[in-house]
């Protein structure tokens, strides 16, 4: 069984100032990690995902996250946020499919709602 | 660029009264899901299907049915409303294969009084 913790529910920051939304993960198998956005009444969309290789992954629009295995965490940060950026984030796992049986399926962390203020 | 198309959006139920919500996908994916959303909890796997004809329980299954006559469809049927029914259901896709994207529709609130 696989468990996600986001450890801010809310995180409420300054427009261009720096922000970490953190995430720990547990499993007992090797994990994919993910990162969805979810913007007011809209469904989620993936913003970044870690399968293997280089720890550190970046997505388009300037949030990068890296995968620490010794602290299972995969801690989403951004150097300098706008007010666009203002939704709610949810950190996911699946496990690597070892075995052909993980058919995909996420396990969801609670969220963090980031708001952006001008 | 349809992706995932959720039906209806909305809708309020009663007590013990039974609804379909509909879900379609363009993209020809084999995978399909069906989560609920609920405030401060994330989102939860009711159920899941891996291709035409084959579903299977997720966390969360008790007082839904699923069924997958087609590659496109997914509905998810709740027999018995009862208000810890009431939540944000999202239907989602993605090609086989782990770690694959895994794509959302838009949502259906459903309230149960």
């Known amino acids: 069984a696989q468990s996600v913790t986001q450890l801010d529910s809310q995180v409420p920051v300054f427009e261009e100032a720096p922000v970490e939304l953190r995430c720990n993960y547990s499993?007992?198998?090797?994990?994919?990690l993910f990162w969805y956005v979810q913007y007011p009444n809209q469904g989620l969309q993936l913003l970044l995902k870690y399968l293997s290789g280089s720890t550190l992954v970046e997505s388009i629009n300037g949030f990068e996250a890296e995968f620490n295995k010794s602290q299972t965490s995969f801690h989403l940060r951004k150097p300098s946020v706008h007010i666009s950026d203002t939704a709610e984030y949810f950190c996911a796992v699946s496990d690597s499919g070892a075995g052909g049986t993980s058919y995909g399926k996420l396990t969801f962390g609670q969220g963090t709602i980031l708001t952006v203020h001008p | 660029n349809a992706g995932v198309t959720q039906t209806p959006k909305f809708r309020i139920l009663k007590i013990g009264q039974s609804m379909t919500l509909q879900c379609t996908q363009d993209m020809n994916h084999n995978y399909m899901y069906w989560y609920r959303q609920d405030p401060g909890m994330g989102l939860k796997l009711i159920y899941y299907s891996v291709g035409a004809g084959i579903t299977d329980k997720g966390e969360v299954p008790n007082g839904y049915n699923v069924s997958r006559s087609t590659t496109e469809d997914f509905p998810l049927r709740l027999e018995l409303a009862a208000p810890s029914q009431t939540s944000v259901y999202f239907c989602?896709?993605?090609?086989?294969?782990?770690?694959?994207?895994?794509?959302f529709g838009e949502g259906s609130w459903l309230t149960v009084v």
């Open positions: 499993s007992s198998v090797s994990v994919y």
């Open positions: 989602a896709s993605s090609y086989a294969g782990s770690g694959n994207t895994i794509y």
